[in-house]
């Protein structure tokens, strides 16, 4: 995989998470009901979710956006695609319904985006998951020796 890419990569991973990031943190600070309801999973209130959530999210997008170190970046984004997936795993296996609240109270202040939250989330967390897959094959993957110059 070439390094612009990879770049490229990181660069749009930084910026998905920046923004869910921002969004859950500041929804967390709001007066919405849903902020106040026991999380399923984790059993404390969502708005300590979201505002745990989305600041590990920010945290994570600063690092892959400035740091140079490839393995770091990569070994960030794994543990937080894997944390979604085993998220979504658990309320899946748990048989709790409903759709993603991903975004906190945002879909009380643009309704447009209770529509979509879903869908979006999704694409993100799938964007997320299978870039990381394409990355780690790339960096498994067998590399040519370099020819050794002999004199």
């Not at 026991?38 to 969502?46: D, E, K, Q, T």
């Not at 085993?86 to 985006?113: F, M, N, Q």
């Not at 790339?138 to 020819?147: E, F, M, N, T, V």
Request: proline residues 5%; glycine residues 6%; charged residues 10%.
């Amino acid at each position: 995989m070439s390094a612009k890419i990879k770049e490229a990569y990181f660069r749009l991973s930084a910026v998905l998470l920046l923004a869910t990031g921002v969004v859950k943190v500041v929804s967390a600070f709001s007066d919405s009901r849903l902020l106040q309801q026991l999380n399923p999973i984790f059993g404390i209130s969502n708005g300590w979710v979201f505002a745990f959530i989305g600041t590990i999210e920010i945290y994570i997008a600063s690092a892959v956006a400035f740091s140079r170190n490839s393995l770091l970046r990569t070994s960030l984004l794994a543990l937080l695609v894997t944390g979604f997936l085993a998220y979504r795993s658990a309320l899946v296996v748990l048989h709790i319904p409903g759709p993603c609240k991903c975004l906190g109270a945002a879909t009380e202040w643009i309704p447009v985006l209770a529509v979509y939250e879903t869908p979006l989330m999704n694409a993100t967390l799938g964007f997320l998951a299978l870039s990381y897959g394409f990355l780690l094959m790339a960096a498994l993957r067998p590399r040519k020796p370099k020819p050794s110059v002999s004199t």
